[in-house]
T-cell receptor, first 114, second 111 residues
Framework: DADVTQTPRNRITKTGKRIMLECSQTKGHDRMYWYRQDPGLGLRLIYYSFDVKDINKGEISDGYSVSRQAQAKFSLSLESAIPNQTALYFC?????????????FGEGSWLTVV | DAKTTQPNSMESNEEEPVHLPCNHSTISGTDYIHWYRQLPSQGPEYVIHGLTSNVNNRMASLAIAEDRKSSTLILHRATLRDAAVYYCILRLSSGNTPLVFGKGTRLSVIA
């Protein structure tokens, strides 16, 4: 089983609909992240959380919200999806280890907004 | 965050060594050099990291310049499965900043 699990893996939704992407991890890490990747581009950070009570905006947080329900769970919501939010979304986790900490990624969730 | 510069793409023949360069002239003394790679249709995965000394692991070697302003990821024998985008990223030792990805180097491996 994967250490970082994302659901759904693929979703097509209509413009204006609310959609939630869920992430759960079994690594026991405190830190969790949501990234977005557009075709041919690198990953961009949407939101991150360093513990259950901590939520921080990344570079492209507009149009998104998150919820850290527990140490192991971090969900990303698009309140009113729009076509330019069509992308591949990655959840990731990490824990500080004194060397910048290794980050572990999920397999990604493809979201298409039509 | 200190920036890194990598070539957009590189090509290698299968079974040959590959040297992927990264420039990071503004690196600070507390920055670790991390490398990740992203295989097609997958999330990025950790490859290797180092601070000052060269590092080896089962996946690759990391050669760090003496002044730390550049580094090279070395794949000793490229295979088709090594075709991926390779990202060079600087990280504070505390890890208190999120991972910031550049565009990386797209490595193509020719059979």
């Amino acid at each position: 089983d994967a250490d970082v699990t994302q659901t759904p893996r693929n979703r097509i939704t209509k413009t204006g609909k609310r959609i939630m992407l869920e992430c759960s991890q079994t690594k026991g890490h405190d830190r969790m992240y949501w990234y977005r990747q557009d075709p041919g581009l690198g990953l961009r950070l949407i939101y991150y959380s360093f513990d259950v009570k901590d939520i921080n905006k990344g570079e492209i947080s507009d149009g998104y919200s998150v919820s850290r329900q527990a140490q192991a769970k971090f969900s990303l919501s698009l309140e009113s999806a729009i076509p330019n939010q069509t992308a591949l979304y990655f959840c990731a986790t990490s824990d500080p280890d004194g060397s910048g900490n290794t980050i572990y990624f999920g397999e990604g969730s493809w979201l298409t907004v039509v | 965050d200190a920036k890194t510069t990598q070539p957009n793409s590189m090509e290698s023949n299968e079974e040959e060594p590959v040297h992927l360069p990264c420039n990071h002239s503004t690196i600070s003394g507390t920055d670790y050099i991390h490398w990740y790679r992203q295989l097609p249709s997958q999330g990025p995965e950790y490859v290797i990291h180092g601070l000052t000394s060269n590092v080896n692991n089962r996946m690759a070697s990391l050669a760090i310049a003496e002044d730390r302003k550049s580094s090279t990821l070395i794949l000793h024998r490229a295979t088709l499965r090594d075709a991926a985008v390779y990202y060079c990223i600087l990280r504070l030792s505390s890890g208190n900043t999120p991972l910031v990805f550049g565009k990386g180097t797209r490595l193509s491996v020719i059979a």
